[in-house]
């Protein structure tokens, strides 16, 4: 999960704003797209129920995944046509508002009620630590331009796609 949500989410965001400016969007429409973007958040966030019930959780955390490494890569490639920007800034936001839950929902089928806490507190510590090693080697790539910077979150974002998601069974959390 940390591997996609980083990239797609962290390092994408604090360079949005300075994306949208050097596509030439003036600075008094920056908050309009940032707050219709947040309006979509909110649209995708009701619809979770619906989503997963007509997907899979594994295939909506795949097709989530391989769609912010998709966006991630137009940035890096076409990051100053201010359409493909846009097209870029709604996938990512989608991908983020859809994620989290249905990682949540997968997380806590897998891990068994009697020990949730223990775990989750001991994945906080994974998170943190992949935290600052993914923000430590991107961010060393900032100065040589977004170009660089956004096709390696997409590289790192396509490592967390690839690795597998297992569905567990009733039976198999039991024992």
């Given amino acids: 999960m940390t591997l996609v949500f980083i990239p797609t989410t962290a390092i994408f965001e604090n360079f949005s704003d300075k994306l949208l400016y050097d596509a030439g969007l003036p600075v008094s429409f920056i908050g309009v797209v940032l707050g219709s973007l947040a309006v979509f958040s909110f649209v995708v966030s009701r619809s979770i129920g619906w989503l997963t019930t007509r997907f899979s959780r594994i295939g909506l955390m795949h097709a989530t995944g391989a769609l912010g490494v998709l966006a991630l890569v137009i940035v890096a490639l076409d990051g100053d046509a201010l359409f493909s920007l846009f097209g870029a800034m709604v996938a990512l936001r989608f991908v983020r508002t859809v994620r989290y839950p249905v990682y949540s ?33 991107v961010g060393a790539l900032a100065t040589m331009g977004f170009s660089y910077l956004f096709l390696a979150s997409a590289a790192v974002a396509l490592i967390g796609c690839l690795m597998p998601i297992r569905f567990v069974s009733p039976q198999e959390k039991r024992q």
């Avoid at 891990?111 to 430590?136: E, W």
């Fill in 105 to 137: 929902q997968l997380s806590n089928a897998l891990i068994p009620s009697h020990v949730r806490a223990t775990t989750i507190s001991l994945l906080s510590i994974v998170d943190s630590l992949c935290d600052m090693l993914i923000f430590s080697s």
